[in-house]
Structures are given as C-alpha cells and as structure tokens.
C-alpha cells in the first residue's frame, strides 16, 4: 500500500521485469534514504564559505549568487561580498552601484536589485533580524519557493524540501520518472517525494546532502558506482541513468550583433547607464545599441552620438568581441571614437544624468555588463 501523501510514479517506471531481486525499491525502503545520504554528505562534504556559520543572511546571499552560477565562481564572489556587506543593515544602507559592482559577471540583475530591497524590508518590518517561517522568508522581494524553502531548511531547520535541479535530477533516476521534470504530472511527483523524503530533525543536512549529491555525483554523466544511493536507484538498475532526467527541448540560441563606441575626450570616457529594467537594467556601459543588417559599426555610432547627445565624433580603429549570455550569442563590434568638434577647455555638455564623463579610475569601479567590462580590459586595460 503506497503511503498518504505520495503521488503516482509516472507510467512504466514501476516495472522492473527481471530486475525485482537486484533492486531494493526506492518507495519500500524510503525511511533508509535520508540517513544513508546524511552519512554520505557527512564524508564527502565540500568545505564551502556559507557551511560555516550558517546564518540566515549567508545561506540567503550563497542560494540567488549560485541561481545560473557555477560554484567555484560564487565562492569567490561571496566572500567578495562578504568582506564588504557583511549582514543585513550593510546591505540595507549600500547604494544600489555598490551593490551592482559586486555583482557584475553573475547576471540577472535584478537578484540584485532584490537583495537591496528585501534587505531593507528586514530592517524597515522585522527590527533587522531575518523571519524565519517559510512563509514569512517568502514574502520578502525577489525571494522564491526554493529560496524560501532553503534558507527555512538550511537556517533555521524547518523541515521544508528543497527542490532544484541537482535535486530534480537526483530524483528522476532513483524514481526512473520518464516524462521532463519541470512539467506535470512529474514535477508534483518529484515535489512530494522531495518533501516525504525530509527528516524532521535534520533538514539543514538532508537538503544540502541531495543537492550535494546532486552536483558531485548524479551529474549530468552520472558516477552511479560512487553513489550511496546505487542500489535502490531505478534509472541504474534499468541502464537509463544517462538519460534522465528526460530533456524538455527550450529555445535555441538567439544571435545578438551589437556595437559600442570608447569616446576619449581630456582624459574622461563617456558612459551611458542602461534603464533600470530589463537586460543589465541600471548597469553602465559604453554608448551603442543593436547593429542593424548590413549596418557598418563606425557609421552606426556617428549615427547613434548625435540622435542621444547631439556629440559629432569620428571613429577610428576597433575589433570584435564575442559572448554568450543564457539563450544570445552576442558578436560586439567596436571602434574608437574621438570628438569631430573642437571641445575647446571643456567636455562637451550631456543631455542627462545617464550620461557621465567618468575617469579610468571611475570607470574600473562602475557595474558594467560582462561584454562591455570584457571591452574595458581589452581596449583601456582596465
């Protein structure tokens, strides 16, 4: 009899012709599951900034940094930001361009941006000290079921699941679910039995173990004979752990062509701060914009300069740089530019506060986005 509170396995994954004697089922021996993983995670546990102290603040920054992140990249930006917003009222009282430097390179911004805001709900409802129910971690800015789930968990011990896709992998091949994970009915299987799995007196430990196991173990080319789960794993036993979890085709890449121009001009550089909504919202960035078909980059940014700021320039020499972001292939093409007007004693006017004629230094410390912070170094050597 299936315990209350499971779902149905999707179909075909609960027959196992030949095999019933070589695998101990996942669903009869799921009170084994979470201590042999606890035990696993005990020995194998990677020593990470976040696993020290365990604060609700540090747990929170380490869950959005490793959204889209690699974790040998988040590390060092976590304790870049740790030396220099090291809790909540820090954060709070930083300005949004601090906040946007250490960030830059890691992406979607507006995580950021969301950081600031419920940082400061924090202080502004809740005396600066972080809410610990799930419900309360949720209703704060930019912070989702997982987040909220995470640092529930892993902060302050409430027995939530965590479920991402470490976890949803994890759980495809020990349950050998055949549809994708992100579409129902497997994602309120996989939901469920995240959450039935969870002990009640050791969830910082169970949750942090699956997606450990997830990342070092089950990967994408899973270590099946390293794993403690191995015996009661399905997908193993079947031969088909490779192939779970069942991909759901997304978009392909989207080709970008794009130009930026370096204006020199008495040893300032002009910059443009793009609109504090949508790709790289409120972060700085050389003047350019979208490159038409057949459009030649130089012509584009005379073009460009004199319809946003009336500046006449010239442009010189330049190159290409290419980067990929998500789901764009961005190909950005430059060129010097310097003033076709004699700008006489001083820098010419700016038509508004998004524009800024900044130093080397200046610009070294704005937010910029990655192609363009790519430019800085290649072209200024910054």
Known sequence: MRKRGAAAIPAGSLHLPGLAHELRDPELHAAELSPLLCAWFAAHRRDLPWRVNYTPYEVWIS?????QTQMDRAVDYFRRWMAQLPDVAALAAASEETVLRLWEGLGYYSRARNLM???????????GVFPEREEDIRALP?????????????????????VDANVERVLAR?????????REP??????????????????????QAMMELGALVCRRQPRCGLCPWGEFCRARHLGVAAGRPVKDEGPGMT???????ILEARGRILVHRRPARGVWGGLWEFPGASLADGEEPGAALVRLLRAETGLAVAPGSGGKILHTRTRYRITLHWRRLGLAQNAGASLPALPDATWRWVTPEELANLPLPAPHRKLAVLALGL
């Not at 930019?142 to 965590?162: D, K, L, M, Q, R």
């Not at 020990?174 to 992100?182: A, S």
């Not at 080709?255 to 121009?261: K, R, S």
């Open 186 to 207: 497997a994602a309120a299987f996989i939901r469920q039995w995240a959450h039935r799995l969870v002990p009640e007196d050791a969830a910082r430990e169970h949750n």
């Open 174 to 182: 020990l349950f050998n679910v055949e549809t994708p994970v992100r």
């Open 117 to 127: 805001s419920a940082a400061r709900r924090i202080m502004a409802e809740h005396g």
């Open 142 to 162: 930019g912070i989702g079921p997982y987040t909220a789930a995470a640092v529930a968990s892993i902060a302050f011990g409430e027995p939530v699941a965590c």
């Open 63 to 67: 869950e959005v940094m490793l959204q």
């Open 255 to 261: 080709a970008l062509t794009t130009v930026a121009g």
